[in-house]
T-cell receptor, first 111, second 115 residues
């Protein structure tokens, strides 16, 4: 089955700087890669996603890139703000609609 | 749409008791997932259903755990008997399959504490 590894486990950045979180997956058949943000005590919420036929997708300050050959994808947050502080999870959907999550990255934006 | 609805939000019970968690998926969604979240193990998929049929229950930790989906708008996750190591947040999530609208939406979760 699919295995998703996520790095780093914690990330501290200064407000206004960029943050990058990286994930690798094992199953080359996986075709859908969402990113979720989870604030303390709340549910994971989808912030951006990308399908395997696309290399990059952007939505305002966040972007995701996908390298199918290397089987890795990354989340980029530019101009970080204190409200970006949360836990971020990457995920990969393997054949059969099963979504497998990475271990999460705690992002702290210092003001 | 009210989103995925879970109940109860919090459950405190004693070891050995039966616990039943409930979920109502988003109307029109045909896939439902049960996840468990802990600090140590992160987000683990326990079981998922397509069109009310269990597809993959390989994540269900033990026979103490069971899940049902009697119809398209309701699912339960039961733990019997419960143990302290079952303490976690249990999330239900739903999505549509077969089209391009594949986004997975989570409920607010049930915080389970087994004493």
């Amino acid at each position: 089955g699919e295995n998703v590894e996520q790095h780093p486990s914690t990330l501290s950045v200064q407000e206004g700087d960029s943050a990058v979180i990286k994930c690798t997956y094992s199953d080359s058949a996986s075709n859908y890669f969402p990113w979720y943000k989870q604030e303390l005590g709340k549910r994971p919420q989808l912030i951006i996603d990308i399908r395997s036929n696309v290399g990059e997708k952007k939505d305002q300050r966040i972007a995701v890139t996908l390298n199918k050959t290397a089987k890795h994808f990354s989340l980029h947050i530019t101009e970080t703000q204190p409200e970006d502080s949360a836990v971020y999870f990457c995920a990969a959907r393997e054949y059969g609609n099963k979504l497998v999550f990475g271990a999460g990255t705690i992002l702290r934006v210092k003001s | 749409d009210a989103g995925v609805i879970q109940s109860p939000r919090h459950e405190v019970t004693e070891m050995g008791q039966e616990v039943t968690l409930r979920c109502k998926p988003i109307s029109g969604h045909n896939s439902l997932f049960w996840y468990r979240q802990t600090m140590m193990r992160g987000l683990e998929l326990l079981i998922y259903f397509n069109n009310n049929v269990p597809i993959d229950d390989s994540g269900m930790p033990e026979d103490r755990f069971s899940a049902k989906m009697p119809n398209a708008s309701f699912s339960t996750l039961k733990i019997q008997p419960s143990e302290p190591r079952d303490s976690a947040v249990y999330f239900c999530a739903s999505t549509s399959t077969g089209g391009r609208n594949e986004k997975l939406f989570f409920g607010s979760g049930t915080q389970l504490s087994v004493l």
